[in-house]
Every structure is written in C-alpha cells, then in structure tokens.
C-alpha cells in the first residue's frame, strides 16, 4: 500500500518570503499522480497543484511549484511571495495511474501560516 | 458549471440516530468518493462508488457505515445509530472517465456531522 509522509506539522513565512513544504511517499509503482491540495479554513479543498509521475520537468501554477524527485520519492511544494491568502493547511497527496480510477491517499497535512 | 455539490453542510444529531450525507458529483462525472477528516487530521479515504457499484469499500468501517449511488440521484452516505466518535468532517469528490481530465479529482466544500 501506498504512504505519503509529510514531516513539518507547522511551518510559517513572511509574507512576500518563499516556503517550502515537504512531503515524501512511497511506492513500488512507477506510474502515478502527485497532487498539493489547500484546505483554508473554509475547509474546502482546494487543488493547488498536480504531477504526473513520467514527466520529469517540475510542474508550476503561478506562485506554485513543485520539486519532484523520483527517484527519492520526494515532492516538495514550493511557494514563492507568499500572500496572507495563502495560510492553510496543505495536503500532499499520491494517486495510482494504474488501475483507472484509484483513490487519493494523503498525508495528515502541513499547517502554514503566513506573518504579515 | 457546478462543482461536487455535498448537502447537508452541516448535521447535528443525537447519539444513536441516523446520518444521511448527499453527493451530487459534477456534471459529466461517473465516479464519487468519500472521505472522512477528524479534527486535526488528513483525509482518510472511505469509499469509491461508480453508478450503481461499489468499486473499493476497503476504508468503510465494518459496521453501521454504508454508501450507494445509484442510478438517478445523489450518491448517498450512510451513517447509522450514530456516536460521538462520527463525529468529523465528510468530503465527496468525483472524477470523470479513466483518462479523461488527466485524473484529477474535485472535491465537494463538505458536510460536518456533530453527534451530541
């Protein structure tokens, strides 16, 4: 069965500063999809970004990327001039692409807060 | 086009009664999921269903837990005689065909189930 570990329950930045928030996971599969979600505390979660497994460039979304690293099964979120907007819990999560429709497996989140 | 709609939002029931939790996926979208978030936590997944299937119900709880979607209507999460450790925050998400949309999937904005 597939894990996903993030380490750092609490992070916090300076508005305007970058973050890092990390998350590693392990498989024995080599297909997959690795997404970040938000979860503000609105609750609803909200997709910030996403990963397929065989492509080897980073994905971006704006102030969002990702450092992906297969071969340590590591994928990191990155967030650049970070805005109070962006205080929320973060969820990494790991989807097989082997089996159709497989469900999301997630870690238990990064909680971010932003300093103004 | 409307996202995962979940209803109710939020649901007050005494111990030993039942929850009734309604997911209508997005539009175009055969396949529903459920998870189940406690204070603190990640989401933990419950349940996959596809119209008039249960495809994965390995996160259900063995007992009083059950979920169907049939093939007109909202896909429906079950919870009988009701304890105070159900209470949590339940989020649906669909996801289109396999392979279509890139499998990502969207999530509802939750329902939130307090057994008092």
């Known amino acids: 069965a597939q894990t996903v570990t993030q380490s750092q329950p609490e992070m916090s930045v300076q508005e305007a500063e970058t973050v890092t928030l990390s998350c590693t996971y392990d498989?024995?599969?080599?297909?997959?999809?690795l997404f970040w979600y938000k979860q503000p505390p609105s609750r609803q979660m909200i997709l910030v970004i996403r990963?397929?497994?065989?492509?080897?460039q980073n994905a971006t979304e704006n102030r969002f990327s990702v450092n992906f690293q297969k071969a340590a099964k590591s994928f990191s979120l990155k967030i650049s001039d970070s805005q109070l907007g962006d205080a929320a819990m973060y969820f990494c999560?790991?989807?097989?692409?082997?089996?159709?429709?497989?469900?999301?497996?997630f870690g238990k989140g990064t909680r971010l807060s932003v300093i103004a | 086009n409307a996202g995962v709609m979940q209803n109710p939002r939020h649901l007050v029931r005494r111990r030993g009664q039942e929850a009734r939790l309604r997911c209508s996926p997005m539009?175009?979208?055969?396949?529903v999921y459920w998870y189940r978030q406690l204070p603190e936590e990640g989401l933990k997944f419950m349940v996959y269903l596809q119209k008039e299937n249960i495809i994965d119900e390995s996160g259900m709880p063995k007992e009083r837990f059950s979920a169907e979607f049939p093939k007109e209507g909202p896909s429906i999460l079950r919870i009988q005689q009701v304890v105070r450790g159900d209470s949590a925050a339940y989020f649906c998400?669909?996801?289109?065909?396999?392979?279509?949309?890139?499998?990502?999937?969207?999530f509802g904005e939750g329902s939130w189930l307090t057994v008092v």
């Open positions: 539009k175009g979208h055969s396949h």
């Open positions: 999560a790991y989807r097989s692409a082997n089996s159709g429709n497989t469900p999301l497996v």
């Open positions: 990963q397929e497994a065989y492509k080897q």
């Open positions: 998400a669909s996801s289109p065909r396999t392979g279509a949309s890139g499998n990502t999937i969207y």
């Open positions: 498989t024995s599969e080599s297909d997959y999809y």
